[in-house]
């Protein structure tokens, strides 16, 4: 009989910034069968985006225990977890690579082991890029999250094209989708610029979409307009910040009704009357709610700008246009297509994977092996790389000389790890970009 049986579903997340932590530990309480109580152990991937203490109450989704890893660390936690305290589920909430590095890592963990928890994977929000790469660098969890019935077919055309059991792909929606509905105009009336991380990523086109936003603040004075920002200075998330905001501002001089907030984006969407954004997701939790959702195409309609997955949607419109009153309406179909349960049965959106890993967990004999696709036959030239970023060999063992995972840092290694990421995150926003000034002399 399995634990989630007898006692708390117990699950685990392993996450690499702020975003996918979110993202993982939303799913799980989405995804876990019934009424079952969850037991959350949070797992944060050491890194350039592991998050912040801020970071984490700015998402504001807790868990039972919380802790950062490397991950030979993790891998040895997982090893670990057997006996009367075994894991249910597990989350990956990682990049593709990382994705594929646990999912080999686990697999050598594993290997002599009659029971092992449901393994789940996915994408954190739209997907855009990078979709045979990202989708088969997922491949061989037992759950690949499809956060809409688009986003599904195309999963499972990409893994039937090159061969791969597309069996594990499921369809669900983005976890974090809620609040209240857009209920009419606000005094006073409050639009909100979503900025994102790494678009666009050069300061020519920051500074033009920042003194736009400034722009509109004094072209309309009775509004309030909000710069809402991911991360302050010196913090990564999901994605590399080079050209922070809070540093562009400060050479301009915005009109009082102008201001920089932070915060978890469904607070700030409890007071927007018009969401404006390059790209990002927080366009598809601004529809959900029927807030008035502008996608900018003031620099182009573009892959690189991610704003190409918008078209159809009936949001694409440019500044010009909102400094002169327009306001875009949505695209019925495109909306339902893309996981945004704006008319209702969101809360249904996670049936189908709740079912499956309720079946999963109910199997009386054990599961099967992790199977990727990619392989040390199928990916000779690609996965042993992949793999070494996380001190692992093509058979998911910890390669020789790897840092030891049976004992955690002392002072003066964490003291070094302190140090490197702050010459790292020094380097990515200060001296990477006098680097590429120079460069473009």
């Not at 072209?219 to 590399?240: A, Q, W, Y």
């Not at 700030?268 to 807030?291: G, K, N």
């Not at 696709?373 to 692992?392: F, K, S, V």
């Amino acid at each position: 009989m399995p634990a989630s049986a007898t006692k708390a579903l117990r699950v685990a997340v392993l996450a690499d910034s702020d975003t996918r932590w979110k993202w993982g530990a939303l799913t799980a309480s989405r995804v876990c069968p019934g009424d079952t109580e969850i037991h959350l152990d949070g797992y944060l991937l050491r890194g350039r985006a592991t998050p912040t203490a801020r970071q984490l109450r700015e998402v504001g989704v807790g868990a039972d225990s919380l802790r950062e890893v490397t991950a030979l660390e993790f891998l040895r936690a997982m090893d670990g977890a057997r006996g009367e305290e075994p894991y249910d589920v597990l989350v990956l909430a990682l990049v593709g690579g990382g994705v594929q590095a646990m999912l080999h890592g686990l697999g050598h963990v594993w290997r002599d082991r009659a029971e092992r928890p449901v393994v789940v994977t996915g994408y954190v929000g739209v997907v855009y890029e990078k979709l045979a790469d990202g989708l088969l660098l997922r491949h061989g969890a037992d759950l690949v999250l499809a956060n809409s019935r688009q986003d599904a077919e195309r999963f499972r055309a990409v893994y039937e094209g090159v061969g791969a059991d597309p069996a594990a792909v499921t369809e669900v929606a983005l976890p974090f989708l809620g609040g209240a509905a857009y209920a009419g105009e606000r005094d006073p009336y409050t639009v909100v610029f979503a900025a994102q991380p790494s678009v666009p990523d050069s300061r020519k086109d920051r500074t033009y979409l920042l003194d736009r936003l400034i722009r509109h603040a004094r072209l309309h004075p009775g509004r309030e307009v909000l710069l809402k920002l991911r991360s302050k200075p010196g913090e990564h998330t999901t994605h590399i910040e080079e050209l922070p905001y809070q540093k562009l501002v400060q050479r301009a001089d915005p009109p009082p009704n102008f201001r920089l907030v932070y915060g978890h984006m469904g607070d700030v969407l409890d007071r927007t009357d018009l969401l404006v954004t390059v790209s990002s997701t927080a366009a598809l939790e601004s529809l959900h709610r029927r807030i008035p959702t502008v996608v900018l195409t003031d620099l182009g309609v573009r892959e690189a700008l991610g704003n190409h997955h918008f078209v159809g949607s009936g949001c694409l419109a440019s500044w010009d246009q909102l400094d002169a009153g327009h306001r875009p309406v949505p695209d019925p179909e495109w909306v339902a297509r893309q996981g945004v349960a704006a008319d209702g049965g969101y809360d249904t959106a996670f049936d189908e994977a709740r079912k499956r890993i309720a079946a999963l967990l109910a199997r009386p004999a054990e599961l099967p092996p992790l199977a990727p696709y990619y392989t040390p036959a199928t990916a000779p030239g690609y996965l042993p790389g992949i793999l070494a970023r996380h001190h692992l060999a093509p058979d998911g063992a910890p390669l020789p000389g790897a840092p030891a995972a049976d004992r955690p840092p002392g002072p003066v290694r964490q003291v070094v790890r302190r140090a490197a990421r702050g010459a790292y995150r020094h380097g990515v926003q200060r001296v990477a970009p006098v680097i590429r000034r120079m460069g473009e002399l």
